[in-house]
């Protein structure tokens, strides 16, 4: 995909994010590719796809809307929201991320979606979420549970 610019990489990932296609966003990936956010943490090219395609596969009601705030020869930063509702607890979730992408020869090689993690926390687990989720100890067993979930489910 050489010459391909950050801006359509950007683009091509999250319409195939609003069209709930994983395969496309993970070829979207260099090989050493890093993704990291607030709930997963940092993960590398194999499992960031992994994880999209289990976040994707579960999807029963995901919208995704974005948009393009900047971009240049190498990063593009996208603000996107996920409208869902989140299965373990039922609860609607609108996340607000803000990713910043660097690319190289039309690949993604660093994700980094940024959002506020008690926001989330509070909408997709309640009550739990509203009185813990600024802790880190909270935080961290969150992420330990996404992580084993994505584990697990490669099984």
Known sequence: MTGTTPRAVAEAFYEAFAARDAKAMGELYADDAAFEDPVFGRLDARQARFMWRVLVGRATDLAISYDIVADDAATVTTRWTAEYTFGQTGRPVVN???????CRNGLIVDHRDAFDFW??????????GWLLGW???????????????????RR
Do not use: C, D, H, N
């Open 135 to 153: 802790t880190p100890f909270f935080r961290a067993q969150v992420s330990a549970r996404a992580r084993k979930g994505i584990s697990s489910a």
């Open 119 to 128: 926001k989330w926390s509070r909408q997709a687990l309640g009550t739990p």
């Open 96 to 102: 607000e991320v803000t990713a910043a992408m660097t």
